[in-house]
């Protein structure tokens, strides 16, 4: 993997980083903060022709994604792409973000920590596993600011499309990593966020940190102006 581009060093090298090299770079601010991770295609689609993005992964961004699960607090993830793409508990907490109060089978059992987030249309009961934020819909800054009171600061989010949308419109997301993987899918797209459009005709502004380069796979890292 080749760095191509440093915003804060401006420097660049044909040569393969090193392992310590890569997490220097997706090290989270010192504050922490929200940062989303996804793949696209080269037409847009976050996901393959199965419906599932681990099929349009290439060996770069495996890299990445786990690279970056380690070095994040939490993984913050909506009920459905949870249950779509399998999730399993693991070393890093999974947050999971439900409406309805149902968490997928897949982690309902396993070693590593889940908590389930809803709301109290949901009629679910607050206990340690379970957090009730908001009456109708999901207080997603109310999440934030919480898991951040608890000591998970570094919260990465891999959607799906329609949490990372209610993310940005309630303001909390700080940077996305996006892999373009070298691939076309073609159908009709589904893109990395899905919803009303955001920020007026113009769209959200973003400011780009990085950008590497692996056998055709774009990996970069931009900030994210907020709402």
């Keep these: 993997m080749r760095l191509l581009l440093d915003s804060r060093s401006s420097a660049s090298t044909p040569d393969p980083l090193a392992a310590g090299d890569l997490a220097t770079l997706y090290a989270w601010p010192a504050d922490g903060g929200v940062r989303a991770n996804f793949v696209s295609t080269l037409d847009g689609s976050a996901v393959g022709g199965d419906g599932r993005s681990g099929s349009i992964n290439t060996e770069a961004d495996g ?34 973000v439900s409406g309805s109060g149902r968490l997928p ?40 600011a919480r898991l951040r009171s608890t000591g998970m600061p570094r919260v990465l989010t891999e959607g799906g499309p329609h949490l990372f949308h209610s993310l940005l419109e309630a303001g909390v997301v700080d940077e996305l990593a996006l892999t373009i993987a070298p691939r076309i899918v073609g159908g009709d797209h589904q893109g990395v966020v899905s919803g009303v459009p955001l920020g007026g005709a113009s769209g959200l502004d973003t400011e780009i940190v990085h950008l590497l380069e692996e056998d055709g796979s774009l990996l970069g890292l931009w900030r994210v102006r907020r709402l």
């Design 63 to 96: 890299r990445v994604f786990h690279l970056q699960r380690e070095l994040a607090d939490c993984v913050l993830v909506g009920a459905g792409t949870a249950r779509a793409e399998g999730y399993r508990r693991g070393a890093t907490p999974i947050v999971v």
């Design 105 to 144: 089978e897949s982690l309902a059992a396993g070693d590593g920590a889940v908590i389930l987030v809803t709301c109290r249309s949901s009629g679910r009961t607050e206990d340690e596993e379970v957090w009730v934020e908001g009456d109708d819909v999901v207080d997603l800054p109310a999440v934030v």
